[in-house]
């Protein structure tokens, strides 16, 4: 009569070390694994393409039920800042003491509209495309990039709008409009690290998406969209920290840069301090930094 050995089954980490060893023989790897920072930038960089037109599709879809069409890409913002002038300007009088106040409040609207829209867009850019995450496989940070893509392309057409008005209230074409384009760089990588930021955020939590909108308005009010940061400190008492804060506040930071470089009355002194390096600095902060965050989280995305 033989006798029958019993071989004891093998312990889970003995048979996950097999199934990996079997992996690797058959160069076979994890399904959504992660893939590594220097390997996920050149996989973004490979759909630089898809970004673009991406961006581009959603623009051109986003009035396309309006009879109006594309003009409302325009119209929006300024009737935005015809509200704001008159509650603002008129009944509140903070145009008082202020030159150009209408090209300030419009320059103020557009630029912050560019930063309001790229966090709102970018903070659904996951939960709200689930079906295209879960079809495709390609880099998630992809959607919220490509959001605030679309938010400059908008903001180009609203300049256009923008250079009319300048013309209109006599304020020349200068040297320091040239100044425009680092601004909207930076102020793009601010926009685009905020908005991956709040990606991976929407994405766990959606309901993100509904608290942003005051957070948002909140912001706006403290970021000199309607009034002179400048003046209002000149002439107020408030602690020495408040007026740092809102000195460095980024929102505020690229609206001044930004008339600083379209308005002649707008003169350097009304700038912030080490105005320049915080524009880098928050661009930097917000853009590398957010990347990373998102992309730490980009296996988990589009998953229950």
């Known amino acids: 009569m033989s006798q029958v050995i019993h071989t004891p089954p093998p312990s889970p980490a003995e048979a996950e070390d097999d199934l990996t060893a079997l992996a690797a023989r058959y160069g076979l790897s994890v399904s959504g694994a992660r893939p590594s920072l220097p390997q996920y930038i ?3 960089w490979a759909r630089r393409h898809f970004i673009t037109a ?12 309006a009879k109006l069409g594309q003009v409302w890409q ?12 008159f509650i603002f300007g008129v009944l509140l009088g ?9 090209p300030f409040l419009v320059t103020g609207v557009f630029v912050w509209t560019f930063t309001q829209s790229s966090i709102m867009a ?14 495709l496989h390609f880099p998630r940070a992809a959607l919220p990039i490509s959001f605030a893509l679309q938010q400059l392309q908008q903001l180009l057409f609203s300049m256009a709008a923008l250079v009319v008005i300048l013309f209109c209230f006599g304020i020349p074409l200068g040297i ?37 909108p005051f957070i948002l308005r909140t912001w706006m009010y403290v970021s000199g969209v309607m009034f002179s940061i400048d003046s209002t400190l000149k002439h107020s008492s408030l602690p020495h920290i ?14 001044d840069l930004m008339r600083f470089a379209l308005i002649d009355s707008f003169h350097a002194k009304q700038l912030p301090h080490h105005v320049w390096a915080f524009a880098l600095g928050w661009a930097l902060l917000a853009g590398v930094g957010g990347f990373i965050y998102f992309w730490k989280a980009e296996e988990r995305y589009g998953r229950g």
Do not use: C
């Open 42 to 44: 050149r996989q973004l």
């Open 94 to 102: 903070t145009k008082h003491g202020v030159s150009d106040y209408i």
């Open 54 to 65: 991406f961006a581009t599709a959603k623009l051109t879809a986003q009035y396309s039920q």
């Open 242 to 255: 408040v007026q740092v804060l809102l000195e460095a506040n980024p929102a505020a930071v690229y609206i």
């Open 176 to 212: 320091s409009w040239v100044l425009t384009i680092p601004v909207l760089f930076l102020q793009f990588v601010f926009n685009a690290g905020v908005s991956m930021i709040m990606a991976r955020m929407g994405a766990k939590t959606p309901d993100i998406a509904q608290l942003m």
């Open 122 to 135: 970018g903070t659904r850019a996951i939960s709200g495309n689930l079906g295209l995450v879960r079809a």
């Open 74 to 85: 325009v119209a929006t913002p300024l009737l935005n800042a015809a509200v704001y002038y």
